[in-house]
């Protein structure tokens, strides 16, 4: 059987991603990396980018195209700053150009600010728009461009958080960036569904990289005790969902928020 974007598989088969180009924004993070190296182990080719300039974060992507090279993937490291819409076009036409195309997206950067409303300056809040909401925006802008000009469309993947769903006092600016998140995810799924391209969203919940998470154990981190599982998620468990969201097998699910959480969203 096939689908507007490929053959259509059944079983273990239908997660392979094997010629398959990948493109993942923010893999300096940790969901990012995570999500990277699952989609180099289900067979894609994966070109890593930075979400800043930062020195730093520029060499963990460098690591993490040296994790998928090591699997016999080919993959290399750019950098670009997500907050420049212009800088991000470009960066993206040169990996469509190297690569030969870019058939998943996934975009990852996050900046989490932890402030009152009352002390939350413009730069704090146009800061965290402009990482967030604004950089999730020109890497889906530049790549539908891209998938755009391909008969095959694409598969695009917003990495969010469940503070777009649910909101916690002291977060209103990461709770307004990451709610745009996932309106964003179903704007774009709405408006490129008809050429061929899939746009979803992964909203994590508390995760063992969240910021000021503190001790993960719940009987000392009230945070986590409200898990209905009772503990923080690990960023490897983003990786199957990516990978099923970027799959042949998932041709018909589009617009969608998938909550990656323990159950937190429940409760919260």
């Known amino acids: ?8 598989r059944l079983g273990t088969d239908a997660w392979d991603l094997s010629g398959k180009r990948a493109l993942v924004i923010g893999a300096g993070a940790p969901a990012g990396r995570a999500i990277a190296l699952a989609l180099g182990e289900a067979g894609a080719d994966v070109t890593v980018s930075s979400a800043t300039t930062d020195g730093e974060d520029m060499m963990r992507v460098k690591r993490v195209a040296q994790e998928l090279t090591k699997m016999g993937r080919r993959s290399s490291a750019v950098g670009t700053d997500v907050t420049l819409g212009t800088g991000v076009q470009v960066m993206v036409r040169q990996v469509a150009k190297d690569m030969g195309g870019i058939d998943v997206l996934v975009n990852a950067p996050d900046l989490f600010l932890g402030k009152p ?9 146009n800061r965290v728009m402009q990482v967030n909401l604004a950089g999730t925006f020109h890497g889906c802008r530049a790549v539908g461009r891209e998938m755009l000009k391909q008969e095959t469309g694409g598969r695009i993947i917003n990495i969010a958080s469940v503070l777009g ?7 209103a600016a990461y709770c307004a960036a990451q709610a745009g998140i996932l309106n964003l995810t179903r704007a774009l799924a709405t408006e490129w569904g008809p050429k ?8 994590a919940g508390w995760m063992e990289y969240t910021a000021a998470i503190g001790n993960p154990d719940p009987a000392a981190n009230q945070t986590v005790r409200f898990v209905p599982m009772k503990r923080a998620g690990a960023a490897d468990e983003l990786g199957p969902l990516a ?3 970027a799959s042949d097998s998932c041709g018909y699910i589009s617009g969608q928020v998938m909550f990656v959480d323990g159950g937190l969203t429940t409760h919260l």
């Open 1 to 8: 059987m096939k689908n507007e974007w490929g053959d259509v």
């Open 196 to 203: 061929k391209i899939t746009v979803n969203a992964i909203a």
């Open 165 to 171: 769903e649910r909101a916690i006092a002291n977060a």
């Open 243 to 245: 990978v099923y969201l």
């Open 117 to 125: 409303a009352g002390d939350t300056t413009d730069i704090d809040f």
